[in-house]
């Protein structure tokens, strides 16, 4: 027994020293803040001023040493996040994972980034590819250095070296990530099941009493009339999408305390560790930006110089649409309107870890890459496949766009840089020290053949056709400068009313977020930073708010009267603290099940299910499986029972959780040593708050996927001494860093982290001198 004690002792001895050598490499891999280092091509020193949250203020002579500076800093702290951004865009995941990523480097081979970033960085202007090659310069100067994070240590991986095209794959990736495709594929198969009239009711658009961003007053003030000829605005109501939410809003002079514009701006993303955005401030004469890049991308994305600032949100703009192409059974020619014509044929090779590699065609034509979504044959036996066109494929230059809205000094030069803006399409609200708040669609609004992209349509035709020339000129677009109303709200709402003249086919969001912001905004005359601030995190759900009183009287139905006085008293906060939200959410989806169950049991959509319960009546409320005749009250009482049969609610954060997984993180060994993964994290909110907790299942416990992924506000009457930014995770992609996860409690709390214009003003904690050969 002495001997086996022994032994045991001993084992838990290696394992600790097991852990701490891990954990001591680990630390041993975070490069240091402070310090002077060489960096190839560089023409003169940079100097980079690190603030105690790890934000480079970085201080260059020339915009080829700013984004030489900013690749350098973004490998010495993102470099993994870049290079997975790049296999991932490229389809190359199986170089890192094995076999297990072939299906999905199969699917990211369809999207074909890497073939649009070529035709890309070939067509872009000037500064934009001397940004791209400059940033590429700097990642590779840090390569040259050789110290790797650990998860390429651990992967044994050794990246290749950066090139300007992959910081254009980068950004194709992002676009892809906010596309709309219109739901064509569910509402072709919807169709292909259910009778038209059903089909009708489950694609119900955008609520006729949602708030739109441009009303018809704003547009009319001046507009041009829109071409010839276009349909109204085109709502797709369609099942089940994931949104790509944000929030960005303006409050103008008059409403403001400082009698300055205040902008701000929450885009919701899936929340990943590290960041999606990366905080930095750059330096260069006639650039003085600060705000948010992302790694892989050499400039600010969002953010504000001394004298305007911008943010975004989706378009939700309809950007995807899908051609079925007749084609013959062996796949080698397709049928056009002009006859038979070959399919192109790309060979593929993929390189398996640990495997040997898979090589197969992917098969192309002109309407676009054939995808692998199924697509039956006709009656009469042709076989089909479904090819897909998207607005990305065609020329853009965003990395030009970006780069002039942060040199821009009003708004006229900032309008200018919006042109070569195409994708993804964006909702910009901007704001300046002027006086001016100012929106603009800026992107590809694609003029379709025929038909307003709800269905896919056929090849052989020309009917699903569209191509780089036929888009909507930008004049055609809906702009607004200085709105009577001193506001400019977005949240993925409607843009325009039907009134408008040019056709804008688009999946827009539930109109909640924006009531409330409407709600809020409204509510005060001189609006602080702080106020904005507070709208950013606020919890209010509109919708159930309004349900409440449903629930209460199916409560007082079943004599919980105790329950029914806690909902009519309830005001609509999904804080986590409260059991009101898990109650309500948990009814809302009890009651989805009921309404679509006897009806449409695969599809449920629910912007027709929210629009029949706000008006309390609604064609499927009647299950036609029983002989009684169901109303509102009926189904309410019936979800409110099976959730109470659960047994009685818990608070919201106890089964509403935040987790950032870390793409080591599925490892359970790895990240219990490493803490790769961030949370699970108690969360308020929800799909329709302002302050967005994403929610896709149905029954809890319920995990958030996508977020608030950073938040800014800004008063341009003091730019340097109001609002800020602040990021869900931290700076460093390093989880033996300090600033791994350090910002994650003030976003939590929806505090902000102020970034000076003035690097004069700037409190730095470390400094790092880059300096020429």
Known sequence: MK??????????????????????????????????????????????????????????????????????????????????????AEGRLSELFGRQTVASDRDLRELEIARIAARRIAAVGPAARRAAEAYARGVNAWLAVGKLAPEFQL??????????????????????????????????????????????????????????????????????????????????GIPDALPAASNAWAAGPGHTKSRKPILANDPHLILR??????????????????????????????????????????????????????????????????????????????????????????RRTVDGPFVSARWHPDS???????????????????VTALIGMGRAQDRASFAQALETFRSPEQNIVYADADGHIAYDLAGHVPVRAQGDGSVPLPGWTGAGGWGEDRYLPTSALPHDLDPPSGLIVTANNKIVDDSFPASIPALYEPPYRAMRIWEQLRLYRGITPQLMSDIETDQVDVFLRKMAAVAARAARALRYDDIASQLRAWDGTMAADRTEPTLMWSWYEEMRRLVYEGHSPDIRPTGPLQQWLLAGEGPWFDDPRTPQHETIDTLAQRALAAVLARGRPRRWGDVTTQVMDHPLGGSWLLNTLAGFSIGPLARGGDNYTVNVCMIEKATTPYRCTWGPSMRHVVDFADVDGSGGFILPTG???????????????RWLKGELWRIPVDVRKVVAVDTLVLEAP
């Open 155 to 236: 992967l044994g991986h050794r990246p290749e070296r950066w090139t300007a095209q992959h910081s254009l794959e980068v950004g194709v990736l992002e676009a892809w990530e906010v596309r709309t495709d219109g739901g064509e594929i569910t509402r072709r198969l919807a169709a292909a099941s259910l009778d038209p009239a059903t089909v009708a009711q489950l694609t119900l658009g955008y609520p006729h009493w949602g708030p739109v961003i441009v009303p018809a007053e704003d547009w009319r003030k001046g507009k041009a009339p829109g071409p010839a000829g276009r349909r109204r605005v085109a709502e797709l």
């Open 380 to 398: 009469a036996g042709h076989p089909r496949a479904l090819a897909m066109r998207w607005v990305a494929q065609d020329r853009s230059d965003e």
């Open 3 to 88: 001997l086996l004690g022994r032994i045991l002792i001993g084992l838990v001895v290696l394992a600790g020293a097991g852990v701490f050598g891990f954990k001591l490499w680990l630390k041993h891999t975070v490069p240091p803040l402070g310090g002077r280092e060489r960096v190839a091509g560089l023409a003169a020193p940079v100097t980079v001023l690190w603030d105690s949250l790890a934000v480079p203020h970085i201080e260059a002579h020339s915009d080829s040493d700013l984004f030489e500076a900013l690749g350098y800093v973004h490998a010495r702290d993102r470099l993994f996040q870049m290079d997975l951004m790049r296999h991932v």
């Open 731 to 745: 700076q460093s992609g390093n989880p033996a860093s300090p600033h791994y996860r350090d910002q994650t409690s």
């Open 273 to 362: 560790t590290p960041s999606i955005w990366y905080l930095a401030a750059a330096h260069a004469p006639g650039y003085d930006v600060v705000g948010v890049t992302i790694p892989g991308v050499p400039v600010i994305v969002l953010g504000h110089n001394a004298r305007l600032g911008w943010g975004f949100t989706n378009g939700m703009i309809d950007d995807v649409d899908y051609v079925v192409e007749q084609i013959t059974p062996d796949s080698s020619r397709y049928l056009t309107p002009h006859g038979w014509a070959p399919v192109e044929v790309v060979a593929e090779t993929i390189r398996v870890k640990g495997g040997a590699p898979v090589i197969y065609p992917r």
